[in-house]
Structures are given as structure tokens and as C-alpha cells.
């Protein structure tokens, strides 16, 4: 591991560069970033949860799995509507209902509630256009980002907590694909902590055991059925 001004960097295989994002996301939790009721983790607890989803697995590949997850933490984030689970189609139809009761009132001589219903009436349609305008800007940021920028720049993570970018390395030597790591912490006391946790685990852990996503569907597969539910009797009964 390399370590300057910028971060941590590795160079290897698949494997290191899993590990080395293992080995920075135990130091960050030895430090507590990820205790929403700590000191630290009050700040970090949603940052650090955002870091670990998108730092490189054993079970994903740079092209596939990391180029979508990068796409998605770089995209316009939702807009009110879209929190509230409404498509625009349905705001748009919401302001005609606001806009129909709002005449009503008027001919019941209501002109406050008319005012009110007026109001959210346009509320609507602009949260309808909002959503709208969002969807497309993340289709068109998709396919730029997917098919042109990663041909360009490494896949990134940014966020208050970690930078970190990823990129296949030109330099393979003939041992395969290699890649290119480098993580940095962006808060200048967590990362002092945590560049002293990596020289702890450099000193005290011989091998690094990387986590591996289980399948326990494969495993069902190969023994040919569900395993038997537990309930707690191991004897056997027969039938004469």
C-alpha cells in the first residue's frame, strides 16, 4: 500500500483491490464512524453506510457492478414528488382535481378555500414538471456516464466522508487484469486514525480473510432439495 497526501493506494489484482477496501472500511468502523450515536458516527453514520455499498466486492466486476453503482451515487438526486412515491402522470391528475375544486368553491362564494386549492393546484404540476425533468436528466446521465465517461476517468466515489477512485491499470505485467485503488479520508483527524489502524493490521493480520457474498440458493441446488426445518428431534420414526 501506498499512502500520501491523496490517500491510500494499492496496485494489484481483483482480490487487493477488495481487500484494500475491506481493510479501510474495518478501520473506519474501529474508529467508530459508523455508530449513529457516537461522537464521529452522529457526523459519518450515512456516509460511511453510502462508502460501504459502493466499495468493490468479491462477487462484482469493475465494468458491470461498479460502473452502475457510480452511475447511481452520481446521479440528480429525487425530488419531492419522487420522495412521496408519485409519478408526475399522477401530480398532473392531483392539480386537475385541485383545479376543479377550486372553481367549485368559487361558485360557492369560498374564495379562501378556492385561493388554497389554487395554490396546490400549481404546487402540483410543479412537482409533476420537476420529476419529469429529473428522470431525463438521470437517463441522459446514465448513458453518458456508463458508455463515455468511464472511458475517459476511473469509477468514483464521492461523499463528506470518503473520495476513492478505481481504474484499470495499463501496467499488467502479463499476471492478468490489475488495477488501481486509491482511497482517501476526507476529515484530517479520521484519517490519521485510520492510517494508523492500516499499519496495525499490516503488523498483526499474516492474511486477509475477503468476504464473499453467500449463495445459499447454489448450495440448496446442489444438494437437490431445501434442508429439513429444525425442530429440534434427531430421532427417526419408520412405517410398517
Do not use: C
Amino acid at each position: 500500500m501506498e499512502e500520501s497526501i491523496s490517500g491510500f493506494k494499492v496496485r494489484g489484482d481483483w482480490g487487493d483491490i477488495v481487500e484494500h477496501g475491506e481493510r479501510i472500511t474495518r478501520a473506519l468502523r474501529d474508529v467508530d464512524v459508523d455508530d449513529p450515536d457516537g461522537e464521529t458516527g452522529s457526523r459519518f453514520a450515512r456516509a460511511f453506510e453510502e462508502w460501504e455499498e459502493w466499495r468493490p466486492k468479491a462477487h462484482e466486476t469493475l465494468d458491470s457492478d461498479v460502473s452502475e453503482k457510480t452511475a447511481d451515487q452520481a446521479s440528480v438526486e429525487e425530488g419531492k414528488g419522487e420522495k412521496a412515491g408519485k409519478e408526475p402522470d399522477e401530480d398532473i391528475k392531483t392539480a386537475g382535481e385541485k383545479l376543479s375544486e377550486s372553481y367549485e368553491q368559487l361558485e360557492e362564494d369560498d374564495a379562501g378555500a378556492a385561493v388554497d386549492n389554487w395554490k396546490e393546484s400549481v404546487d402540483y404540476v410543479a412537482r409533476a414538471a420537476d420529476s419529469a425533468s429529473r428522470k431525463a436528466l438521470r437517463r441522459v446521465e446514465d448513458t453518458v456516464y456508463q458508455n463515455v465517461m468511464t472511458q475517459l476517468a476511473p469509477y468514483y466515489f464521492d461523499n463528506e466522508l470518503v473520495s476513492a477512485n478505481v481504474q484499470q491499470s495499463t501496467r499488467n505485467g502479463g499476471n492478468g487484469e490489475q488495477f488501481v485503488f486509491e482511497v482517501n479520508v476526507n476529515d484530517d483527524e479520521l484519517k490519521e486514525a485510520v492510517s494508523d489502524r492500516l499499519a496495525e493490521y499490516e503488523d498483526e493480520i499474516d492474511r486477509w480473510h475477503v468476504e464473499v457474498e453467500k449463495n445459499t440458493d447454489a448450495a440448496e441446488a446442489i444438494e437437490g432439495a431445501e434442508p429439513p426445518p429444525d425442530n429440534g428431534d434427531n430421532s427417526k420414526s419408520t412405517t410398517n
